[in-house]
């Protein structure tokens, strides 16, 4: 069973920048798909950003495209989203997720895809 814990979320004014970081315990960050999600009050969950289990590809959700970045220290295993200019839009509570498959080359927005999420951490920026 992996275990993931979020950390690093908190208000800031548009165009600012967070990196939210996600321990993982019990598994491998590196031998396995990492992701993000997040959801907005309101809204569904969404995908934000994933990195595959095999090569390390990268997806993003095409509107923080060019802005979050997504990586992992394999040897902390921990994951990363480093999120810059930050908009208001991006307020929401974001997840770490995990999959149960080992060198999974799948890092889509397929919710059902991700069979480990953390608790969440709360993302709020203020315009």
């Known amino acids: 069973q992996v275990q993931l814990v979020e950390s690093g979320g908190g208000l800031v004014q548009a165009g600012d920048s967070l990196r939210l970081s996600c321990a993982a315990s019990?598994?491998?960050?590196?031998?396995?798909?990492m992701g993000w999600f997040r959801q907005a009050p309101g809204k569904e969950r969404e995908f934000v950003a994933a990195?595959?289990?095999?090569?390390?590809?990268?997806y993003y959700e095409d509107s923080v495209k060019g802005r979050f970045t997504i990586s992992r220290d394999n040897a902390k295993n921990v994951v990363y989203l480093q999120m810059n200019s930050l908009k208001p839009e991006d307020t929401a509570v974001y997840y770490c997720?995990?999959?149960?498959?080992?060198?999974?080359?799948?890092?889509?927005?397929?919710?059902?895809?991700?069979?480990?999420w953390g608790q969440g951490t709360q993302v709020t920026v203020s315009s």
């Open positions: 997720v995990a999959r149960r498959f080992l060198y999974s080359s799948y890092a889509g927005p397929r919710i059902d895809a991700y069979d480990y």
């Open positions: 019990g598994g491998s960050v590196s031998t396995r798909t």
């Open positions: 990195i595959s289990g095999s090569a390390g590809n990268l």
